[in-house]
């Protein structure tokens, strides 16, 4: 059974960077995705990217706005999501889910089917 496990939360000022990874482990099918989502403080989960794992395409929220970028190493096992000028409305939990896509990873609604969530790490942009 597919576990995934988010690291790399923290603290960081405003304009500053993180680095999130998501590790999986029990085997990902190659033909998913893997979603990274944020839940801030008294609002909804929303999605943040999603990135296919058999072809590598991206897909982000309209929020990110060239901030974040999500990648994957080449054995499938690690996602990372890198955030760079951070505001503090990226504050939130962010998690990764492993999804089932209905086609090909072409806008981060794609990531709607999510079949594994990780736990979540935090992130707190403050000054």
């Known amino acids: 059974q597919v576990q995934l496990v988010e690291s790399g939360g923290g603290s960081v000022q405003p304009g500053g960077s993180q680095k999130l990874s998501c590790s999986a482990s029990g085997g990902t099918p190659e033909w998913y995705a893997i979603g990274w989502f944020r839940r801030a403080p008294g609002k909804e989960r929303e999605v943040v990217s999603c990135?296919?794992?058999?072809?590598?395409?991206?897909a982000y929220a309209e929020f990110v706005e060239g901030r974040f970028t999500t990648s994957r190493d080449d054995a499938r096992i690690t996602v990372y999501l890198e955030m760079n000028k951070l505001k503090p409305e990226d504050t939130a939990v962010y998690y990764c889910?492993?999804?089932?896509?209905?086609?090909?990873?072409?806008?981060?609604?794609?990531?709607?089917?999510?079949?594994?969530w990780g736990r979540g790490t935090p992130v707190t942009v403050s000054s």
């Open positions: 990135l296919s794992l058999s072809d590598g395409n991206t």
């Open positions: 889910g492993l999804v089932r896509p209905t086609g090909p990873i072409e806008i981060v609604g794609d990531c709607r089917y999510v079949e594994v």
